[in-house]
């Protein structure tokens, strides 16, 4: 154990002093571009080693070696980092404002898929573009959430003139747009944007940022690939599963536009980091798929006067809205207090159409850009609202921006950034909820209903998930009601109910209470239906006692049985 902690320490301090050396690389890559041409200078005592050993300038060292996907590896030490809903002045937008698709620190794998990258040396251009030349290595330990050091302060983008013979030929067909034309490509070129979250809005709109030619993209995500994130996370593909998604999402971006920088933060972001994150970027654009992370985002936009653009997406539906943007009403002015817990559904929870995501993550990189270009924001007073199903566009006017707001007010409270989980009552990190509704004594664990079903007590299983979800799987001796036909009162399900009852308690010695378990997919639906059958007339149902199953229907398969589908 002793040596084990020591070689825990002694790789502590070499990620530590590895750190420091890319610092000084940034501030030398800084120096050279604000005096000069880096590569100018490079050339020159690359040819003067070359007149000292009588070789001939063409005989400089070969620049073969190939990149690393993986972009600005000398950025690769994540942060210390990784909706809510409202009322926008219509039931519609305050509905519209729930939490998008997806969002502790995963582990560093290695990511050398480019072969080997040779030992040369970085070029200054590289460094200025973040990019260290080094081969990342792989973590031999594990890092414990938010105990990982942000990267050194990132140097400026180098300033620029104008454009080269190759960007032209690139950016050509934008470059054309009177709205956009030189001036606006130079300004995206020096511009920085902070993607928070890289899942399904975050990868449409990184990608889109990317071929336009965005100076430098900040990518934060706590989150590691999965196979479920594959129906709608574009940038992501089988052989990711398993990486951490900021640096997959680099990783393809960089196969995309190697010109760009692109910074991965793999971590949750945090209130004791973000600040400092947020400053270092021009634009941000939150991507998450939680209320906590998005107090987060736009108090800290607030506090370090960013712009902010924000999307959500679920089921068939989305949403967009530029925050605290030339005087426009921040998130807080909208929503000063978050929901309760029980009352937001994620994507794990209500689904999403992966289509709904890119519409909306192609409208904030749209946004991004505008305003990144000067053009300006067309959503710094309104809120863009999107249906799938019909097929529509809808714009809702917001309020402006509230003199007592907390954030953004005349007279703030929020001075700096607080406890946001405590605050919203849910975890930032979580990517399925799980609530605390009922005593423990109203709860049992799947290991403990799988003893009293092969003990065959004598009991009625009752599934409560949507008929969509019970269409996926399901136990078979389960009587499935959904959860809303209870809270409707439905008087067929409730006959329904009763009757199954009644024949379970022919199977008993009929003086003690029925047992009547509860499971949903995850263990939250379930606790909300057990204080219903709490309620329901003795007179009418007779002695029942309603518990529900913890972790649901999935903990079912990750626990007891392995072949139960996962969804």
Sequence with gaps: MAGAAAAARLRAEIRRRERELRGLRERLAAELARGGTAEQEEDGERGEAARGARQPAEAGPARGDAEDEDGARGMREPSAAGQARGDAEDEDAARGVRQPSEAGPARGDAEDEDGARGARQPSAAELARGDSGDADEEDDDEEEEGALDFPAELPPLPARSALSAAEILRYSRQLVLPELGVRGQLRLARSSVLVVGCGGLGCPLAQYLAAAGVGRLGLVDHDVVETSN????????????????????????????????????????RPRSALRLVRQYDVVADCSDNAATRYLVSDACVLAGKPLVSGSALRLEGQLAVYNYRGGPCYRCLFPRPPPPDAVTNCADGGVLGPVTGVIGCMQALEVLKIASGMGSSFGRCML???????????????????????????????????????????????????????????????????????????????????????????????????????????????????????????????????????????????????????????????????????????????????????
């Design 230 to 269: 594959l129906q709608r996370q574009v940038l992501h593909g089988e052989a990711r599963r398993g990486r951490p998604k900021a640096r997959s999402a680099a990783a393809a971006l960089r196969r995309l536009n190697s010109a760009v920088q692109y910074v991965p933060y793999r971590g949750a972001l």
């Design 385 to 567: 609202m999107f249906d799938g199903l019909e097929g529509r566009f809808r714009h809702i006017q917001l309020r402006p921006r509230k003199a007592d707001c907390a954030a953004c007010g005349d007279s703030p409270s929020i001075t700096c950034l607080q406890d946001y989980e405590a605050f919203c009552g849910s975890s930032a990190t979580d990517k399925c909820r799980a609530l605390q509704l009922l005593p423990a004594g109203d709860r049992i664990s799947v290991q403990r209903y799988r003893e009293l079903l092969e003990a065959r007590v004598p009991h009625l299983l009752l599934d409560v998930r949507p008929p969509v979800e019970a269409e996926i799987c399901r136990l078979p001796h389960a009587l499935h009601i959904p959860l809303r036909k209870l809270e409707e009162k439905d008087q067929e399900s409730l006959q329904l109910l009763q009757s199954r009852i009644c024949e379970e308690k022919q199977r008993t010695d009929g003086q003690t209470a029925l047992p009547v378990y509860v499971v949903c997919k995850l263990g939250n639906d379930s606790q909300k239906a057990v204080k219903i059958l709490q309620e329901l007339p003795a007179e009418e149902f007779g002695s029942v006692s309603a518990k529900d199953i913890k972790g649901g229907l999935m903990a079912w398969a990750t626990k007891i049985d392995s072949t139960f589908p996962q969804y």
